[in-house]
């Protein structure tokens, strides 16, 4: 079964402070997507990546990046964390032996 | 860019009633995924059907590309049914970048 592990599960940051969020996947798999939910917008964009050392904009990219050190880590940092920015975000890896998305259980941040 | 919309946005049944969730998209999509996720939860596949009918125990999903549209049928719902399910596809100039709907809230009751 593939596996895709995020840490921290939650996080309470302060304002304007630098935010880290951590993925790591065992599927040898090479997508890998960071998406953030909120009510009412469903799951959202942010950043991507099919390679390491590379990565792509999403749809929501602003305020965000991305960082792909290896196929198996995918993190999303926030430089200025901004109360706009709380929300609970999650990772996925894609598997393309059967064109299906694997998601993390989700990180819950509060940005007070 | 591609637009997903689904629809209702939000459904209440009475256990044992069945349910339709319908999944419109505006440009041709190779890859269409309906997603499950439990309230705060992790989402968990359902189907990966970019074309035709799949089912899998109560569940039925239906492609029909050309019209680009895709609907998920659940029959004799149950409780444990209630959640909230995501239509999710490629966008249309990036066949990796997956985009998701706004998703369909489902409360079954007992």
């Known amino acids: 079964e593939a596996a895709v592990t995020q840490s921290p599960r939650s996080k309470v940051a302060v304002t304007g402070g630098k935010v880290t969020l951590s993925c790591h996947q065992t599927?040898?798999?090479?997508?890998m997507y960071w998406y953030r939910q909120d009510t009412g917008h469903g799951l959202r964009l942010i950043h991507y990546s099919y390679v390491a050392d590379s990565t792509e904009k999403g749809d929501i990219p602003d305020g965000y990046k991305a960082s792909r050190p290896s196929q198996e880590n995918f993190s999303l940092i926030l430089e200025l964390a901004s109360l706009s920015q709380t929300a609970v975000y999650f990772c996925?890896?894609?598997?393309?032996?059967?064109?299906?998305?694997?998601f993390g259980a989700g990180t819950r941040l509060s940005v007070l | 860019g591609q637009q997903v919309q689904q629809s209702p946005a939000s459904l209440v049944l009475q256990e044992g009633e069945n349910a339709e969730l319908q999944c419109n998209f505006s440009s041709t999509a190779t890859r269409l995924q309906w997603f499950y996720q439990h309230p705060g939860g992790r989402l968990v596949s359902l189907f990966y059907n970019p074309s035709g009918t799949k089912h899998t125990g109560r569940l039925t999903s239906t492609t029909v590309t050309n019209e680009r549209r895709s609907s998920l049928h659940i029959s004799s719902s149950q409780t444990t049914d209630s959640g909230t399910y995501f239509c999710a596809i490629d966008d249309d100039t990036n066949a990796y970048k997956v985009i998701f709907g706004k998703g369909t809230h489902l409360h079954v009751l007992p």
């Open positions: 996925a890896s894609l598997g393309e032996e059967r064109n299906t998305l694997y």
């Open positions: 599927n040898n798999h090479d997508y």
